[in-house]
Nanobody
């Protein structure tokens, strides 16, 4: 399995932006479809976005579409989640996942009102 490490989370005011990174190691990264999820306290894990191995195909869930963008740089073995116009409802731990079942440890995003 590929090893994944998320980063880029933190505390931001409502209306602000963050860019999360999912860095991979262990296998050729361009082979993998990558997904972003989040989990807020007391809630189920929520799917956000996915990107193909080449990066040419992306899908963003309707609930965050227009504010979140997924992209990747295979030369850097990294997938990104750009998050704009954040609201307190975006507060959660954000995870990346590959189609071989690998998960990162998550990165905390906290949006203050």
């Amino acid at each position: 399995q590929v090893q994944l490490v998320e980063s880029g989370g933190g505390l931001v005011q409502a209306g602000g932006s963050l860019r999360l990174s999912c860095a991979a190691s262990g296998r050729p990264f361009s082979n993998y479809v990558v997904r972003w999820f989040r989990q807020a306290p007391g809630k189920e894990r929520e799917f956000l976005a996915t990107i193909s191995g080449s990066g040419y195909s992306t899908y963003v869930e309707y609930s965050v579409k227009g504010r979140f963008t997924i992209s990747r740089d295979n030369a850097k073995n990294t997938v990104y989640l750009q998050m704009n116009r954040l609201t307190p409802e975006d507060t959660a731990v954000y995870y990346c996942n590959t189609d071989d079942g690998s998960w990162g440890q998550g990165t905390q995003v906290t949006v203050s009102s």
